[in-house]
């Protein structure tokens, strides 16, 4: 599976944005798609996931309200919808792929395949 992810920009506090990540080799089909992030200096971090075949979503507590993990069937691509953007969510962000059991949804070493980063900075 190869993924890219994309939509990332410069905004101000408060805005939006949206992220995509699309999948081209395969379907995400029995995948569990995950957004993570890592700020200069910092860890990468789960954001958000959702497992492809039953639609069921995941978050950081620090997102949950403002960030909805969303799937499009037809274009085989995974959005992550950011509102309410604050300085601390400024950071590269990444999408990956994998087929881990549930309780490892929101380990990044779990994950077999990765996107390049696309970045996001929030100016307050």
């Known amino acids: 599976v190869q993924l890219q992810a994309s939509g990332g920009g410069s905004v101000q506090a408060g805005e939006s944005l949206r992220l995509s990540c699309a999948a081209s080799?395969?379907?995400?089909?029995?995948?569990?798609i995950g957004w993570f992030r890592q700020a200069p200096g910092s860890n990468r971090e789960f954001v958000a996931a959702i497992r492809w075949s039953f639609g069921t979503t995941y978050y950081v507590d620090s997102v949950k309200g403002r960030f909805t993990i969303s799937k499009d069937n037809a274009e085989n691509t995974v959005y992550l919808r950011m509102n309410t953007l604050k300085s601390e969510d400024t950071a590269v962000y990444y999408c990956a792929a994998g087929r881990q059991i549930l309780s490892a949804i929101r380990d990044d070493y779990m994950y077999n395949y990765w996107g390049h980063g696309t970045q996001v900075t929030v100016s307050s």
């Open positions: 080799g395969r379907s995400f089909s029995g995948y569990n």
